[in-house]
């Protein structure tokens, strides 16, 4: 222990004897003891009874105190350690309180919060010119501890890697070991590492030279090697590096060369010892793995949208470039984390979270849409589809899944919807404004008709009236002969009875007729058309009559046939402006089973009449021909579609069909109906346009 009675700096009195001669000068023995003070970190104190401490800068700059500052024992309580100062104060208070010497070591923390340790020693002396003062000295032990504390450290490491060399070696991992003496470029190895690097075991144990070692080192990895080398020696300490070496068998494989270089107390490089690692077998598993993994990134880079892999506690195992800019962060921000811990919301969070819990604990795969807030904060609807993810067992050990961006979709699907509920009620409305118009339309239409019917109907009552005054007249005139007047009132009977028909006719067309089915002679209905038609179509239409032979019988009602057959003459002339040829046809068919190319209607197998009105006129267009087809339509053309609604009505009773085709040059509009004894086929019109 170092007891030294201190006086102070001020005045330079003699601090120790042991520092000067009797008769030295108190100044030169001052100086002495402070050069010898600040070679060896020493900083002398004293304590008086008023507790103030005297002592040089350098002990106030230990204690983060400026030059000169007052050191007294409440400045010195406050820059110790916290967790020291208890032992301290209780260890000065037992000094002040018992007399003798003490020894303790204790840290300081200075207001730049480094944290120095320090040593002091002191002893309480009596001496009659200060009553009950501390005199010592503090040393700064701060680098000697750390310096023991790093010794320790390495040494431990030094124990721990000996113990895995032996290991190691025991395990056979190590497959050689040498010793270079670098200075000397002279390097000794065992037999096993040898046999590593193809050379011959005896010049390996006498030595050989830094070249002669690397020379099996493949020739891409030599010069790597060397770099790697040339640092450890400039470095000093650990040396590490892999590459491949040839063997005896010719073969290149990988090793892995662990060393240290020790350094002389110059920094220059002395020994290089160090051991070889087989490392071929890891090479290949982790090529296979980096190829995996290469082709895994490629896959999911692949994928459009977001590809993810999670844990079972939910961590982001996995993850491409779509998930990141999703999330607005890098990759190495979120993977190994929760939705919940990486993302900014976190309600969000958890809601994705309790969807992937559900899916891996029922071990079923889902697909859901989720609400997720972007980066910027615009929230977007994602399609997910997650399923378990299962190791070979059959065990779930995370989930896996795909996502992507809906948004555009929901918006257009919303959209979509509302503007079909718009479209709906203006066609509920526009279909209801269509209905009304078509009823005005088919009442004018029917008035059209039996205004063009009334001159060619007016004549034939004419023709009826003349007929019935000129029998009479005769019958007067020769009331005594008998056999004329029954002759004579045959024909008015006949006269009458056509007058009767064309009444009919006129109440079936104003819609006030029942509709009576009857055995019809086609030909004979053909030929009563052709007359009818030929006052009301006009001089500029030719109309003809082509009927083949033995034309069956049809069921239809006579007067209701009639009039679709003028409606159909009627369009015929304003689609021939007027001038042109009108051709009523009937023939016999038999439709077969299976469709026939070409035919406009589909009927049953069986017998059939067709009955056609041909024209020479302008046609019809794609769109008009299809609403032509329909029971009421009105195409809007400048050529009106027959009036559908009278035929069909006319033929439900005798379940009669209609059909239309416009074709160049000629087209053609059918109405077909199937009756007993003979199915019937009676086409409404062949229009040529």
């Not at 700059?61 to 400026?66: K, M, Q, V």
């Not at 699907?413 to 009620?425: C, K, T, V």
């Not at 005594?480 to 009977?493: S, T």
Request: aromatic share 4%; with cysteine; glycine share 8%.
């Amino acid at each position: 222990m170092l007891i030294v009675k201190a006086i102070s700096y001020e005045d330079a009195r003699p601090l120790s004897d042991c520092f000067g001669s009797p008769g030295d000068d108190a100044v030169e023995v001052a100086q002495r003891l402070r050069r010898a003070q600040e070679a060896g970190s020493i900083h002398l104190f004293e304590i008086g009874p008023d507790q103030i401490a005297r002592c040089d800068d350098g002990l106030r700059a230990l204690f983060g105190l400026p030059p000169g500052a007052r050191f007294d024992h409440a400045a010195w309580l406050t820059r110790l350690h916290p967790d020291d100062r208890d032992r301290l104060a209780g260890d000065f208070a037992r000094l002040m309180r018992e007399g003798g010497s003490t020894e303790i070591e204790y840290r300081v923390r200075r207001p730049d919060g480094t944290v120095r340790r320090l040593l002091s020693r002191a002893q309480v002396v009596a001496d009659p010119d200060r009553p009950g003062s501390v005199f010592g000295v503090t040393m700064d032990v701060t680098e000697q501890r750390e310096a023991e504390a790093a010794l320790a450290a390495s040494n431990e490491a030094a124990r721990l890697a000996a113990e895995r060399v032996q290991l190691a070696l025991d395990a056979g991992a190590i497959i050689g070991t040498w010793v270079w003496e670098v200075q000397t470029d002279h390097l000794t190895a065992d037999e096993r590492f040898a046999r590593s690097f193809g050379l011959d075991p005896a010049q390996c144990r006498i030595g050989i030279s830094l070249r002669q070692a690397i020379a099996p080192i493949h020739p891409d990895d030599q010069a790597r090697v060397l770099n790697a080398v040339a640092e450890g020696l400039a470095r000093g300490g650990p040396y590490r590096c892999e590459y491949r070496v040839r063997q005896n068998d010719g073969v290149y494989r990988w090793v892995e060369a662990n060393g240290r270089v020790d350094h002389s107390p110059e920094g220059k490089p002395l020994r290089f010892p160090g051991v070889l690692l087989d490392i071929e077998g890891r090479r290949a598993t982790e090529a296979e793995r980096d190829r995996a993994v290469a082709l895994l990134r490629t896959f999911t880079e692949a994928v459009p949208g977001v590809v993810y892999a999670k844990d079972r506690q939910g961590r982001m195992l996995l993850a491409n470039e779509g998930t990141a800019r999703l999330i607005g962060k890098p990759r190495e921000d979120f993977l190994g984390r929760t939705d919940a811990e990486f993302l900014r919301d976190k309600r969000q969070g958890e809601v994705i979270m309790a969807n992937d819990r559900r899916i891996m604990e029922s071990g079923v795969a889902e697909q859901i849409e989720e609400e997720v807030s972007l980066p910027d904060g615009t929230m977007t609807i994602w399609l997910s589809t997650k399923a378990p993810l299962r190791d070979a067992t059959g065990k779930v050990v995370g989930l896996v899944g795909t996502s992507i961006d809906i948004t555009e979709r929901k918006q257009v699907e919303a959209a979509l919807a509302r503007s079909r509920m718009d479209l709906e009620d203006l066609v509920e409305q526009r279909t209801r404004d269509l209905q009304e118009i078509q009823a005005r339309l088919a009442h004018a239409q029917r008035m059209e008709a039996l205004g063009q019917l009334a001159g060619g109907i007016a004549h034939d009552f004419n023709n009826v009236l003349q007929a019935i005054r000129s029998g009479a007249v005769l019958i007067q005139r020769r009331a005594k002969d008998f056999e004329v007047v029954r002759q004579l009132a045959r024909m008015l009977v006949d006269a009458v009875e056509r007058g009767t028909t064309i009444t009919r006719r006129l109440l079936a067309f104003a819609r006030r007729g029942e509709l009576r089915a009857e055995p019809l002679d086609a030909a004979a209905l053909l030929q009563s058309t052709r007359d009818i038609l030929s006052h009301t179509l006009g001089a500029g239409i030719e109309i003809r009559a082509d009927l083949s032979d033995d034309l069956p019988s049809v069921l239809a009602d006579k007067g209701q046939l009639e009039t679709v057959l003028v409606n159909l003459a009627t369009n015929a002339r304003d689609a021939m402006d007027g001038a042109g040829t009108l051709i009523l046809s009937a023939r016999s068919e038999i439709v077969m089973r299976g469709a026939e190319p070409g035919r406009p209607i589909a009927l049953l197998p069986g017998s059939y009449v067709r009955l056609s009105v041909t024209d020479t006129g302008c046609g019809m267009d794609t769109a008009t021909l299809a609403r032509a087809s329909e029971h009421s339509s009105r195409p809007r053309s400048r050529v009106r579609a027959p009036d559908w609604a009278s035929p069909w009505r006319a033929a439900s009773p005798s379940r009669v069909a209609a059909g239309c085709t416009s074709r160049a040059p000629r087209s053609a509009a059918r109405l077909c109906r199937c009756g007993c004894p003979w199915p019937m086929r009676i086409p409404s019109r062949e229009m040529s346009r």
